[in-house]
């Protein structure tokens, strides 16, 4: 299994609080993404990551940012939760990009904003 | 926007039948790729489809690539309880996920 880990793996936070999520690997793959996944829409790309400090937009961007100061971590902030964020954050990480960007998945982070 | 629509989402059959699950596009992919999820855990990757017309087997799962690179399908013979899980697709280059087929084999 690729060494990928999230944390925390589950959270409770209220509206307005900001939440941080950590992934981080041990691969020292280049590329490393943010998803959220809920009932209907699949996997939607948040935030990735393509290089140290070097990050892009996705799909469901707004809301959120991320920031990656080492190969290993990427962090994903929402700076000011809401009910709308509630949702399965996943992790994954690629050592290409591009049409062979073979992406391992971290377990997932529940997060419940009431 | 490439969107991918996967058929059909919910499928629930016995032990030992076949079954075939389809992912489609208007979109040309240049690769399209296969995961599977258990409940809880984070999605693993199959196989990534790339040339028109391919055909990969994986023990008693078989990927195609439509010719036109457009569509994919997955089929499983003789399915086992083990095989239970949210089949997904996905546009590589594109980042983008189908919403999934969630497969349930029953002993």
């Known amino acids: 299994d690729a060494g990928i880990t999230q944390s925390p793996r589950h959270k409770v936070t209220e509206t307005g609080t900001p939440v941080t999520l950590r992934c981080h690997q041990t691969?020292?793959?280049?590329?490393m993404y943010w998803y959220r996944q809920d009932p209907g829409h699949g996997l939607r790309l948040i935030h990735y990551?393509?290089?140290?400090?070097?990050?892009d937009k996705g799909e469901v961007s707004d809301g959120y940012s991320v920031s990656r100061s080492k190969t290993e971590d990427f962090l994903l902030t929402l700076e000011s939760a809401t009910s709308s964020q509630t949702s399965v954050y996943f992790c994954?990480?690629?050592?290409?990009?591009?049409?062979?960007?073979?992406?391992?998945f971290g377990p997932g982070t529940r997060l419940t904003v009431l | 926007t490439q969107l991918l629509e996967q058929s059909p989402q919910f499928l629930s059959i016995q032990e030992g039948e076949n079954l075939t699950v389809y992912c489609n596009s208007s979109?040309?992919?240049?690769?399209l790729q296969w995961y599977r999820q258990e409940p809880g855990e984070g999605p693993v990757l199959l196989v990534t489809?790339?040339?028109?017309?391919e055909v990969k087997k994986l023990k008693r799962l078989t990927f195609q690539f439509g010719d036109a690179r457009k569509d994919s399908s997955l089929h499983i013979t003789a399915a086992q309880p083990g095989d239970t899980g949210l089949y997904l697709c996905?546009?590589?280059?594109?980042?983008?996920f189908g919403a999934g087929t969630r497969l349930t084999v029953k002993p």
């Open positions: 994954a990480i690629s050592e290409r990009g591009g049409a062979y960007n073979e992406q391992f």
């Open positions: 691969e020292n793959h280049r590329y």
């Open positions: 990551s393509y290089g140290v400090k070097d990050t």
């Open positions: 979109s040309v992919f240049s690769s």
């Open positions: 489809v790339v040339t028109g017309g």
């Open positions: 996905a546009g590589a280059g594109d980042m983008r």
